[in-house]
């Protein structure tokens, strides 16, 4: 892997190809280039991409807008390391011997929102009951909205027996308990005869593990 120092020639050399006077370690910027009365370009280099030079490159937006961060190897990850770059507004350039390839120019961030993924956010909000997860949690199944709902027809399985889905539908007061039933998602259930379903042994255990049996 380069050292930083061997990044600052293909900048410098990209740089001046555009017209600009480029120097080092002006003012603590690894790479500043200048280009009549436009505002400064700043280059910071790092060996390799992480949160110091993201930090070093959001600093100097604090002097102009026109900020890359240049790396010696490939970030990993590199689709959300781009994306990182545009929220921020950095430039982005990858140095590979005397090459230089600019991946990202610096522009202020405009996202488009997903309406379709805030309406799922919202919708799974309203339809939870309680606040039954705490943020944070790893490794521990997520107590879904659907999870609560499937919970909900388990347990008046477990209580009175096969049942219709329609009846189910109104006790649970779970409106898509047809579909649940059907899907049977966690192994929980299945049609003991047309339209009538039962509890399996796994959803027995699946009320046990989440406290409901």
């Known amino acids: ?44 280099l790092k060996r390799s991409f992480g949160l110091g ?15 890359y961060i240049a790396v010696g190897a490939w ?3 590199m689709r959300e390391v781009k994306k990182l770059c545009r929220r921020l507004g950095l430039g982005l350039m990858i140095v590979s011997g005397a090459r230089v390839e600019i991946l990202l120019d610096p522009a ?11 309406g799922r956010l919202l919708g799974e909000h309203a339809r939870r009951v309680g606040d039954p997860t705490k943020g944070g949690s790893t490794r521990v199944p997520i107590m879904t909205a659907y999870r609560q ?13 096969p049942m219709k889905a329609a009846a189910l539908k109104a006790s649970a007061e779970v409106p898509n308990a047809g579909k649940i039933l059907l899907d ?6 299945e049609r003991v005869e047309r339209g009538v379903y039962a509890l ?14």
């Open 53 to 67: 030079l993201v930090l070093q490159g959001v600093e100097r937006l604090g002097m102009t807008d026109s900020v």
């Open 200 to 213: 399996t042994p796994a959803g027995r255990e699946g009320l046990v593990k989440f406290g409901r049996g």
């Open 108 to 118: 202020p961030y405009a996202p488009r929102k997903n309406a379709r993924k805030a």
């Open 149 to 161: 709902q499937a919970l909900r027809c388990a347990e008046l399985l477990a209580r009175d027996g």
């Open 75 to 77: 970030p990993k990850r």
């Open 1 to 44: 892997m380069p050292l930083e120092t061997d990044l600052y020639a293909p900048v410098k050399a990209l740089l001046e190809g555009q017209g600009y006077d480029v120097k080092g370690e002006v003012r603590g910027c690894d790479v500043v280039g200048v280009r009549g009365a436009e505002p400064p370009v700043i280059v910071e």
């Open 184 to 189: 049977d998602v966690y192994g929980w259930f």
